[in-house]
């Protein structure tokens, strides 16, 4: 009983951790801040929460990254995964479309997604193709 009260709470620090990262990385993306630079806030609010220092202790003391830093990790991992994950298209196209496609090797589907993107963005052949 008293392992999984542990387990729960580092958790819970865990995601208290992610959504402060979260936020400060915001923050830096947004350049959020009058007086000093985003960084610098970031800095600053890691330092007064203790972040900085449980980083810098682990650095000085050479010790092995904890089981609540590899979570972090983990859970940093699954977010950018997922903002760059894409999603998948079923087209129908023609034989000789295909065969074109193909020709150009391997990685072609990747090829025809970045062809797709740059046409979509263009107005005259979204117009042409209407």
């Known amino acids: 009983m008293i392992i999984k009260r542990d387990q729960q709470a580092a958790q819970e620090s865990v995601e208290q951790s992610t959504e ?4 400060n990385w915001k923050k830096v993306q947004t350049g959020a801040g009058d007086d000093i630079s985003a960084a610098e806030q970031v800095l600053k609010s890691q330092s007064q929460s ?4 449980s980083v810098s202790a682990t650095a000085d003391s ?4 904890s089981p609540e830093m590899y979570a972090q990790f983990a859970q940093l991992s699954r977010e950018k995964k ?3 994950r894409k999603q998948v298209l079923t087209l129908r196209v023609s034989p000789q479309t295909m065969a074109k496609a193909k020709a150009l090797g391997k ?3 990747g090829v025809c997604s970045r062809l797709l993107d740059m046409a979509i963005d263009d107005p005259e052949m979204v117009k042409k193709c209407l």
Do not use: H, S
């Not at 050479?62 to 990254?65: D, S, T």
């Open 20 to 23: 402060r990262y979260t936020q």
């Open 50 to 53: 203790g972040t900085m220092a």
């Open 62 to 65: 050479q010790a092995k990254a």
């Open 82 to 84: 997922e903002e760059r």
């Open 107 to 109: 990685g072609y589907t």
